[in-house]
């Protein structure tokens, strides 16, 4: 019973550790990583309207949270 106490210890720290590390790595990534933002710019067209993304240029028929070609988060749409 001794010896699966110690192993329990062992196990439990060696878990802490692990989920510690992680953390760390975790808020390192989110500070290291941060997402362009961009907004929506309309382009009328002859029987609709379509969307130009600010950052990447590219169209597309609808808005999205994040253009789909870039990745960029979207704010409010510029007008022309």
Request: hydrophobic fraction near 25%.
């Amino acid at each position: 019973m001794k010896h699966y106490r110690n192993l329990n210890g062992c196990v439990s720290r060696m878990h802490r550790v692990i989920y510690e590390a992680y953390d760390k790595g975790y808020a390192q990534g989110r500070k290291d990583f941060e997402r362009p933002h961009g907004s929506w710019v309309s382009v009328p067209q002859k029987k609709y309207i379509s969307y130009r993304c600010s950052s990447c240029k590219s169209l597309v028929i609808a808005k999205y949270m994040y253009c789909p070609h870039c990745g960029s988060k979207m704010g409010e749409e510029d007008g022309e």
